[in-house]
C-alpha cells in the first residue's frame, strides 16, 4: 500500500515558542483512515498544516500525494492543495451565501461548468444528508449542519486526502457520532482520511489506527483488526 502522507523525523518550533513535533514519524496509507489524539497544544494542528503545505517543515521529510513538501514551489501549491479537503472545528461558512453556493465555492474557483457544479454539489449535499437545504443560508442550520456542510464542501472536488482538525469539538454526542460516520463512509469509497480529535470515548473501539501525540513525538497504536469488520457494519 502506498503512503499518502509520510513524516520522517520532522521537527517543528515556532519563533521563540516550544519545540511543537520532536524528530516526529507517522505514515498515512492510500485509502487509509486514521485518528490523531493528543492533549490541547500538543502540536495536531500543526501537523495537519504541515500535510496542507499551510506551512514548512524546519527539519524532516513530509511527503504527500507524492510530493516533497519542502520543495514544492510557491506557484505549485495551490495546484497540490486543490488534491486536499480540509475541514476545520469552525466550518466558516460565508453567511450570506445559501448552502449550495458554500458548498460550489471550490468548484467555482476551479472554473467548473455550471451544470457539472449542480451535479457534484448535490451529490455532495445528498451524502451528507443536506440535500433538502440547499437553498437554506447557514444561520438556519443547527451546529450539526453547518459541519456537514462544511465537509461537502471540502469532499464536493472528490479530493484525495480528507484532513479534519477536531470537526466534532462543537457538536452534542449524537451529532458528534453522525460526524464521523461520514468519515467512515468517504473513507470506504478510498478516499484517505486523517481526523484530529480529542472525543477519545467515541474512536476507542473504532477499526483504524491511531496516532497519539505527545511531547512532540508520536506513537502509532493499531486498530483492533478482529473486531473491524462488525464495528464498521454496526456504525455504518
Known sequence: MADVVFF???TQRYYKGPQILREASFRLGEGEMMFLTGA???GKSTLLRLIGSLTRPQTGQIAVLSQNISQLRRSEIPAFRRQIGIIFQNPSLLAERTVFDNVALPLVIRGHSGADI???????LDAVG????EKAFPITLSGGEQQRAGIARAVVATPKLLLADEPTGNLDPEMAREVMQLFMRFN???VSVLVATHALGLIRHLPYRIAHLENGRIDIQSADDAAAPAIAEKLI
Open 118 to 124: 449542480g451535479r457534484r454539489v448535490r451529490g455532495a
Open 188 to 190: 470506504q469509497i478510498g
Open 130 to 133: 443536506l440535500l433538502n437545504k
Open 8 to 10: 520522517h523525523r520532522v
Open 40 to 42: 490541547s497544544g500538543s
